[in-house]
């Protein structure tokens, strides 16, 4: 095998790290724009960050990473080989055998099972075969080129047009879209080659839009998402210079004043993180955006990140003016590339209005952003996974302590929070803490997105004060269909926990659901009726979990196999002693899982599978 790059391969990676350095300028090496003022460690920082893009851009190139276009990708940011495959290796969307040109990855989740996925991946098999499997679950692709083949996905973050797809297109000019509703017929289309649907998330469902009652949403479908000028007409950049006047400290404890809780799931006090990296002395400082939204049924932050990318920009920029950070990144999941286009699109917007850079609106501060997409990681939205996904590492969470205020991306101060949660910071610099509190109840300030999918007549994104109840929630989405009996509801994701028809007038708030031994998570909210199949559906919950542990610790690599072996044989009556027994195994796997994994993946593995044993009667411990 040839392990030299093609010119072809060289010229995309080099788009991406610029032309290499002249070997009488020090080296062939090339690196990314902060390379020729760095030095030393930093200099060598500054190269590694720019791994994943550069493995990307292969990928996008000709549809997969070949060995000689890993090795000049090595020598071009000066990172041993070995590792290097390790980084690669890691991503789902990343692939070190040959694939076709275009690729259909098609959404086999819980979602979109419920929306006719599975009659979707049955079609594609009676015409187009079996699908590739990745080289992450045993088996390589080895397909012949300029052919079409597809794959199934976990969730694509398209829930509220469900069943879903994302097609990529390698080449000179790499196309990547996700297409929606999609039908039998339709990817047929696409793999035949015919043209492609329009990117699906650009049409988002926005049952509310046009409400006075919108805060975060109020411009998503009424404001040009590309146009600085309408963002502002539409009191974009006020609450920049409301914080401006506020000065850092000011900004920090409207913050702690409004009980902003963290919409990632985690429900940590926004003010209070702010204010622990403001407190660090150590330089430089970052600001984060987590975007890697990968927990089924969620996809709020896409609706954000596509219809109102500068909200993200400016938020982050407060962040940046009221901890001292001078550098942001956004970290993207790779399967929103609509959503990375346009948040890449309005930084630069912003950098030509002067809203970035070094003197940002003439405030006297110093701040700029970078986009970092993923490639198909669930654990990167893990915060310290996604830092060393951006340094160029294999995305593998960290212990903590200590934590990221103190230790963070690259190994300084980082304020990290999720798309949500950033864009909620606007109203409370503009309007004031107290009267963002003042909405809501206890520490369930504010409005908040509900993602609402599955056996609701209106999917979509839903923003409400956290004091409506569930079942108010989803009568706003139209319930379910006539006829039909609601017979559950996933809240919070594929990672917290099944309530029941009984649970339903619960107040939406932290409060009322750890009282219930619930969690409000990611905002999901999943509906099952009486034609869903929720062992099934329980089973690709495990089956998520036991795909995405990055495996680096034991409790989580093993205890996620075990758990669906488990369920398998509950499943089909083939159980290791009684039922009871398997229940009992279960049990004891979920406890060495919560107590024994590093992060947030294997401590809540166990979570939707209990509540529906517990809750819901699943898997009965009287089969035979």
């Not at 990968?294 to 901890?323: Q, W």
């Not at 809501?440 to 504010?446: F, L, Q």
Request: hydrophobic share 40%; net charge neutral.
């Amino acid at each position: 095998m040839d392990t030299r790059a093609s010119s072809e391969e060289q010229l995309a990676v080099d788009r991406v790290l610029g032309a290499p350095r002249s070997p009488w300028d020090g080296g062939a090496r090339g690196s990314h724009r902060d390379y020729h003022t760095a030095s030393g460690g930093a200099a060598r920082r500054a190269e590694r960050t720019m791994l994943l893009p550069a493995l990307r851009a292969l990928q996008e190139h000709a549809g997969w990473v070949s060995e000689g276009g890993l090795n000049y990708v090595c020598e071009r940011l000066d990172v041993p080989p070995a590792e290097a495959w390790g980084v690669v290796t890691f991503y789902a969307l990343l692939s070190t055998s040959p694939r076709p040109t275009r690729m259909l990855h098609v959404c086999d989740d819980i979602g979109c099972r419920q929306r006719g996925g599975l009659a979707l991946c049955a079609a594609l098999r009676a015409s187009h075969g079996e699908p590739a499997v990745h080289e992450a679950q045993g088996h390589a692709v080895d397909l012949a080129a300029g052919q079409a083949a597809w794959m199934t996905s976990p969730c694509l973050g398209l829930c509220d047009q469900a069943p879903a797809a994302l097609v990529t297109d390698a080449g000179p000019e790499p196309v990547e879209r996700l297409l929606g509703r999609v039908s039998a017929s339709a990817v047929r289309d696409v793999m035949a080659g015919r043209a492609l649907l329009p990117d699906a998330s650009a049409s988002p469902a926005r049952p509310q839009q046009g409400s006075a009652e919108l805060v975060l949403l109020a411009r998503a479908g009424t404001v040009d998402p590309l146009s600085l000028d309408a963002y502002r007409a539409a009191g974009g950049y006020a609450a920049l210079a409301r914080a401006a006047q506020l000065g850092p400290q000011g900004v920090v404890t409207e913050l702690v004043v409004s009980k902003l809780a963290g919409r990632g799931g985690a429900a940590f006090p926004t003010g209070k993180k702010w204010e622990a990296v403001a407190a660090q002395q150590a330089t430089p400082k970052y600001v984060v955006c987590n975007a890697d939204e990968s927990e089924p049924g969620t996809f709020k932050d896409r609706v954000l990140l596509t219809d109102d990318p500068f909200a993200i920009v400016e938020a982050m920029t407060i962040a940046g003016f009221a901890t001292g950070a001078t550098q942001g990144y956004v970290y993207i999941r790779g399967e929103y590339p609509l959503a990375a286009e346009r948040v890449a699109q309005a930084i630069e917007a912003a950098r030509r209005a002067q809203l970035l850079g070094a003197n940002v609106g003439g405030h006297g501060f110093a701040f700029d952003i970078e986009v970092r997409r993923g490639a198909g990681a669930y654990i990167c939205g893990e915060e310290t996974a996604l830092f060393e996904s951006i340094a160029g590492r294999r995305g593998e969470p960290r212990n903590k302590p200590p934590f990221p205020v103190q230790v963070g991306l690259f190994g300084k101060p980082t304020v990290a929070n999720n798309v949500e949660t950033l864009v909620n910071v606007l109203p409370i610099v503009r309007h004031g803490g107290a009267a963002y509190a003042s909405v809501g109840s206890g520490i369930s300030t504010g409005t908040r997105l509900w993602c609402l999918s599955g056996a609701v007549q209106q999917p979509g994104v839903y923003e409400t004060p956290m004091t409506i109840t569930l079942a108010a929630l989803i009568a706003r989405a139209g319930g379910v269909a006539p006829g039909r009996t609601l017979r559950a509801v996933l809240l919070g994701g594929a990672a917290s926990t099944f309530v029941t028809p009984d649970q339903l007038e619960m107040p939406l708030t932290f409060e009322a659901a750890r009282a219930a031994g619930a969690s409000l998570g990611s905002g999901v909210v999943m509906v099952f009726d009486d034609t869903d199949d929720l062992e099934d559906h329980l089973l690709r919950i495990a089956a998520f979990f036991r795909d995405e542990s990055c495996g680096q610790c034991v409790p989580c690599r093993v205890g996620t196999v075990r758990q669906e072996e488990a369920l398998h044989r509950l499943k089909h009556r083939r159980t290791i002693g009684s039922a009871a027994d398997e229940h009992a195994l279960l049990a004891e796997i979920g406890a060495a899982m919560k107590d024994g994994s590093i992060c947030g993946l294997g401590q809540t593995a166990y979570a939707a599978v209990e509540s529906a044993i517990k809750s819901l009667g699943l898997f009965s411990a009287s089969r035979a």
